[in-house]
């Protein structure tokens, strides 16, 4: 009966074990995320000041005119990511010159 106690102890504490080294995965994973997506905000950031992204802006107004490509507003136009998949190197069917208020609509602002 000792026996049979004692291996039930072993494996109790073995998937115990097994449990804190999944939360530990766990932390290190989101830890490793949060960083990635911090790293990613900053290069966008930079992306967004970078010559790159101002002649494809500008190329953009140039293709499309000056004016929102929703409400034909011209106030404060900005370029939108439909997506991001290409981002850094986007493709002009990724993006869309939005007025401010239509872009506030478009992000749930
Ligand atoms: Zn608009
Ligand atoms: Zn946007």
């Known amino acids: 009966m000792r026996a049979y106690y004692k291996k039930k102890n072993a494996l109790k504490k073995k998937m115990v074990k097994n449990a804190k080294n999944k939360i530990k995965e ?3 994973r989101i830890e490793k995320a ?7 905000k900053s290069k966008y950031q930079k992306y967004l000041k970078s010559k790159e992204w101002s002649d494809i802006r500008n190329d953009l107004f140039h293709v499309r005119g000056r004016a929102c490509e929703r409400c034909g507003s011209t106030n404060r136009l900005q370029v939108h990511h439909i997506t991001y998949k290409n981002v ?10 939005l007025c401010d208020s239509c872009h506030k609509k478009e992000h749930g602002k």
């Open 26 to 28: 766990y932390k290190k």
């Open 34 to 40: 949060k960083k990635e997506r911090k790293e990613f």
């Open 88 to 97: 850094f190197k986007e493709e002009p069917e990724d993006l869309e010159i």
